[in-house]
């Protein structure tokens, strides 16, 4: 309850599991984020609810073998691969192999995103499946965003090259707080690959929602609430 900073720091690690746990922080804390996994493998975070002022569950380098499994979020900033590339580290910057299932969003800033600095560093983010969310009310349901720059410092106007790639969309449904409910902005230097989209249902205001895309590749299949753009 209430940490400073992050409550829960998983790092260089190996099979970890998280389970049963409340974390509690208030809605406008910042930089308090409930769980975050860098430079570990085979971590599973489940049954547990977070409530916090930064992202629920944040996703750094070097993370291989995630599953987030019946997690509660919000307030927060959602469930948040990244911010990657923000830094040069030894050799590439990478996440691979990470599964969200069965996760409930409320009133968060995001949902299922994925956000990389506009800077040089190269790496990848591969293999990640999100499926069976729902979303209450969150602002930015699905989103990946490729030129994240807070404050505009030493990389503005900048694009990542940093490749997501093989990302499936599976599933997800409820309510978004704004009318773009799935923003793909992706990079011009790398764009995104192989980004499926299946059974996808989200309302705003008992209204269609819409999509954006730029600079990414994929599929989409089954229902599609907003109609889709990749």
Known sequence: ????????????????????????????????????????????????????????????????????????????????????????????????????????????????????WGTLTTGYVYGVIFMDVVMRDVKNPIIIDQTYCPDNKNCPSQSSHIRIDNVEYINIRGTSYTQKAVNFGCSSSTPCRNIKLQNINLTWENQPTHSSCKNVLGTASGFMVPPSCV
């Not at 769980?35 to 944040?58: K, N």
């Not at 499994?69 to 919000?74: A, P, Q, S």
């Not at 923000?86 to 956000?115: A, E, M």
């Open 1 to 116: 309850m209430n940490s400073q900073l992050f409550h829960i720091v998983i790092l260089k690690c190996q099979d970890v599991r998280v389970t049963g746990v409340n974390i509690v922080a208030p809605g406008n804390s910042p930089n308090t984020d409930g769980v975050h996994v860098q430079m570990s493998a085979g971590v599973t975070i489940s049954q547990t609810s977070i409530r916090t002022g930064d992202d629920c569950v944040s996703i750094g380098h070097g993370t291989f073998g995630l599953l987030i499994d019946h997690v509660l979020c919000g307030p927060g900033h959602g469930i948040s691969i990244g911010s990657l590339g923000k830094d040069h580290v030894l050799g590439q910057t990478v996440v691979s192999n990470v599964t969200v299932k069965s996760v409930i969003f409320s009133g968060t800033q995001n949902g299922l995103r994925i956000k990389t």
